[in-house]
């Protein structure tokens, strides 16, 4: 019959069509894909704009905070490092004045300016959390520095795991 | 055409399986056909390029200034890709001619075609006695002149180097030599890229704490903020006619592409407010549009996109490889990156045809690939055993040469336009 000829054709040729496509791969985050907080569809994606930078004469404090990790291919806050940025939030919100400079950093691997631009994702997606916590966007400032500031100088997944971190740096 | 085949021919089998070759069947060849993946990708054959022999056997130098320019020389020639010196007898070019110094430098240069019994460059040249080497790279792009190809040794290249202990930008010639430190910041730095007049550049440095982009007036021997808002400023490409620059900026709470007059001004987006990480700005040589890198379509996995320099859709370029980086468009309308295929190699791609063609041998990794002046060669980096040096590539199929070496690691290479 042509109608059940027509369906056979056709779906030999879907199943062709997704076998010729295969090399093409999804997104591989492990974080039920790129609509988590920083990921690319996340919510918030218009953004809301930076504050000015702290002066430079600014009192900063580094080490308060214990570092936020994060996966390879990830720009997202994994859900077990979620209490890391909600004790910032809370001592954000106990003091007014200041803020905090979130840092994002890459490990040693790919394109230095990629790079850059990756830990600067892992920053943004960091001060989107905290704005979730209802900490004021004017408080926040997003640094990255790529690669270019590892803090463990080993070659394997375990200095690299150490790298893919944002920092937390107060200021007032 | 040759991969199609294959496929048709189990077709065919199925459809006499199935009896009919009716309209339905060249419709779901042609949709099959469409669906196909990526464009063909070609190893480049190794094994050198065609060169012509040329015999400088008498080519004299006398003096240290002569001899420097004498051997510079006949580097370059060698480095052109188009030349391989030849014992006198049956070589097609001869170049011959005398060099010495007494106060100047002063060189009579004759090169003549053997085969056509023609004097093709018959000239005097003087200059300085420092100024050696850079008359032996201008004698060399007249030389190339002469036989109708376009040389690269008047352009420099402006680099990261650790030579001093901290990261530093250095300028150097094409084969490596006259090097010089330009910066002395004890800072981070990265991504220098020239502009087209090729006596300014712009890099992105954390002078002020924060990554901004300076640019630096070498002749003026001075440096100025380019951008410097809030969130992070990168990218810093020049258009060609010198009048804008392109920034991948974050202030408005997403990463962007932005373009602005250079000298100051609104950036004006170009790209859609997403979360994704944008980076390496370049224009086309026409300053229609820019090629950049996102990694929106899966993080981590960054690809090349080509937009309008008045906005509007993004086209992506690249499908192979897990990350495709630091692109450089080429005044030959081709666009050379860095692609993760196993270890990063240096790839070239038209952006019409998006066929590309892989142009390292894969021992190692050769990352931020910039064209050389001569629309042939591509200035890079070689990372192996975590140690970097930049190396010159060559589309034709010559191996990758070292150039001279430093101690330090030496990287992200760019190449003045001419």
Same mark, same amino acid.
């Given at each position: 019959?042509?109608?059940?000829?027509?369906?056979?054709?056709?779906?030999?040729?879907?199943?062709?069509?997704?076998?010729?496509?295969?090399?093409?791969?999804?997104?591989?985050?492990?974080?039920?894909?790129?609509?988590?907080?920083?990921?690319?569809?996340?919510?918030?994606?218009?953004?809301?704009?930076?504050?000015?930078?702290?002066?430079?004469?600014?009192?900063?404090?580094?080490?308060?905070?214990?570092?936020?990790?994060?996966?390879?291919?990830?720009?997202?806050?994994?859900?077990?490092?979620?209490?890391?940025?909600?004790?910032?939030?809370?001592?954000?919100?106990?003091?007014?004045?200041?803020?905090?400079?979130?840092?994002?950093?890459?490990?040693?691997?790919?394109?230095?300016?990629?790079?850059?631009?990756?830990?600067?994702?892992?920053?943004?997606?960091?001060?989107?959390?905290?704005?979730?916590?209802?900490?004021?966007?004017?408080?926040?400032?997003?640094?990255?520095?790529?690669?270019?500031?590892?803090?463990?100088?080993?070659?394997?997944?375990?200095?690299?795991?150490?790298?893919?971190?944002?920092?937390?740096?107060?200021?007032? | 055409?040759?991969?199609?085949?294959?496929?048709?021919?189990?077709?065919?089998?199925?459809?006499?399986?199935?009896?009919?070759?009716?309209?339905?069947?060249?419709?779901?060849?042609?949709?099959?056909?469409?669906?196909?993946?990526?464009?063909?990708?070609?190893?480049?054959?190794?094994?050198?390029?065609?060169?012509?022999?040329?015999?400088?056997?008498?080519?004299?130098?006398?003096?240290?200034?002569?001899?420097?320019?004498?051997?510079?020389?006949?580097?370059?020639?060698?480095?052109?890709?188009?030349?391989?010196?030849?014992?006198?007898?049956?070589?097609?070019?001869?170049?011959?001619?005398?060099?010495?110094?007494?106060?100047?430098?002063?060189?009579?240069?004759?090169?003549?075609?053997?085969?056509?019994?023609?004097?093709?460059?018959?000239?005097?040249?003087?200059?300085?006695?420092?100024?050696?080497?850079?008359?032996?790279?201008?004698?060399?792009?007249?030389?190339?002149?002469?036989?109708?190809?376009?040389?690269?040794?008047?352009?420099?290249?402006?680099?990261?180097?650790?030579?001093?202990?901290?990261?530093?930008?250095?300028?150097?010639?094409?084969?490596?030599?006259?090097?010089?430190?330009?910066?002395?910041?004890?800072?981070?730095?990265?991504?220098?890229?020239?502009?087209?007049?090729?006596?300014?550049?712009?890099?992105?440095?954390?002078?002020?704490?924060?990554?901004?982009?300076?640019?630096?007036?070498?002749?003026?021997?001075?440096?100025?903020?380019?951008?410097?808002?809030?969130?992070?400023?990168?990218?810093?490409?020049?258009?060609?006619?010198? @009048?804008?620059?392109?920034?991948?900026?974050?202030?408005?709470?997403?990463?962007?592409?932005?373009?602005?007059?250079?000298?100051?001004?609104?950036?004006?987006?170009?790209?859609?407010?997403?979360?994704?990480?944008?980076?390496?700005?370049?224009?086309?040589?026409?300053?229609?549009?820019?090629?950049?890198?996102?990694?929106?379509?899966?993080?981590?996995?960054?690809?090349?996109?080509?937009?309008?320099?008045?906005?509007?859709?993004?086209?992506?370029? @690249?499908?192979?490889?897990?990350?495709?980086?630091?692109?450089?468009?080429?005044?030959?309308?081709?666009?050379?990156?860095?692609?993760?295929?196993?270890?990063?190699?240096?790839?070239?791609?038209?952006?019409?045809?998006?066929?590309?063609?892989?142009?390292?041998?894969?021992?190692?990794?050769?990352?931020?690939?910039?064209?050389?002046?001569?629309?042939?060669?591509?200035?890079?980096?070689?990372?192996?055993?975590?140690?970097?040096?930049?190396?010159?590539?060559?589309?034709?199929?010559?191996?990758?040469?070292?150039?001279?070496?430093?101690?330090?690691?030496?990287?992200?290479?760019?190449?003045?336009?001419?």
């Amino acid at each position: 019959m042509q109608s059940k000829r027509w369906m056979m054709l056709m779906a030999m040729g879907l199943v062709c069509v997704v076998a010729l496509s295969g090399c093409k791969k999804k997104t591989t985050s492990g974080n039920a894909g790129d609509n988590g907080i920083g990921g690319v569809t996340g919510t918030d994606v218009n953004g809301t704009g930076l504050g000015n930078r702290p002066d430079l004469g600014a009192t900063e404090m580094a080490g308060q905070f214990v570092p936020v990790y994060f996966d390879y291919d990830s720009a997202q806050v994994k859900e077990s490092e979620r209490s890391k940025v909600e004790t910032v939030a809370e001592q954000l919100k106990k003091a007014s004045g200041g803020g905090v400079i979130v840092e994002g950093h890459c490990d040693e691997r790919g394109s230095r300016e990629y790079n850059l631009s990756l830990g600067e994702r892992r920053a943004q997606a960091v001060r989107a959390y905290l704005m979730t916590l209802s900490v004021d966007a004017a408080r926040i400032q997003t640094k990255s520095m790529g690669k270019e500031k590892p803090v463990a100088l080993g070659h394997d997944e375990e200095s690299w795991a150490k790298n893919r971190r944002v920092e937390f740096v107060l200021f007032k | 055409m040759g991969k199609y085949f294959g496929w048709l021919s189990v077709f065919q089998g199925l459809e006499i399986g199935v009896g009919v070759f009716s309209k339905a069947w060249k419709m779901v060849l042609v949709l099959l056909i469409a669906a196909l993946p990526a464009p063909a990708q070609v190893r480049v054959v190794k094994g050198g390029s065609a060169k012509a022999t040329i015999d400088w056997s008498r080519l004299v130098a006398t003096g240290g200034a002569a001899t420097e320019f004498k051997r510079v020389l006949e580097d370059d020639l060698i480095h052109s890709g188009w030349f391989t010196p030849a014992a006198p007898g049956g070589a097609e070019f001869s170049l011959v001619g005398a060099a010495q110094e007494s106060g100047a430098l002063n060189a009579t240069i004759q090169f003549a075609s053997v085969i056509q019994r023609q004097w093709l460059l018959s000239k005097q040249y003087t200059a300085e006695s420092g100024a050696a080497r850079r008359l032996a790279h201008k004698v060399a792009d007249e030389i190339l002149a002469a036989i109708g190809r376009k040389g690269m040794f008047s352009g420099r290249i402006v680099m990261i180097g650790t030579h001093s202990g901290a990261k530093e930008l250095y300028v150097c010639d094409m084969d490596g030599g006259n090097l010089s430190q330009i910066t002395h910041d004890n800072n981070i730095c990265l991504g220098p890229h020239w502009a087209p007049d090729g006596n300014r550049l712009t890099y992105t440095a954390f002078l002020k704490r924060y990554p901004d982009v300076y640019l630096i007036d070498l002749a003026a021997r001075s440096r100025r903020v380019v951008a410097s808002y809030p969130g992070m400023n990168s990218g810093g490409a020049i258009s060609p006619d010198g @009048t804008l620059v392109a920034l991948i900026l974050s202030k408005d709470g997403y990463q962007a592409l932005y373009v602005r007059a250079l000298n100051g001004g609104v950036p004006v987006r170009l790209t859609e407010g997403s979360r994704a990480a944008l980076a390496s700005p370049c224009w086309s040589p026409d300053g229609s549009h820019l090629v950049y890198v996102s990694d929106q379509a899966s993080t981590a996995h960054p690809q090349l996109y080509v937009i309008s320099r008045s906005g509007g859709a993004p086209r992506r370029l @690249t499908s192979r490889g897990s990350q495709n980086v630091a692109p450089s468009w080429g005044a030959n309308g081709l666009i050379t990156y860095a692609s993760l295929q196993g270890r990063f190699q240096v790839c070239v791609l038209d952006p019409n045809t998006l066929d590309s063609k892989v142009v390292t041998p894969g021992d190692a990794d050769y990352e931020d690939p910039s064209w050389a002046p001569d629309g042939r060669h591509i200035i890079c980096s070689r990372t192996a055993g975590y140690r970097s040096r930049i190396y010159l590539l060559d589309t034709l199929g010559d191996s990758p040469v070292a150039l001279s070496e430093f101690s330090g690691d030496w990287y992200s290479p760019s190449v003045t336009a001419k």
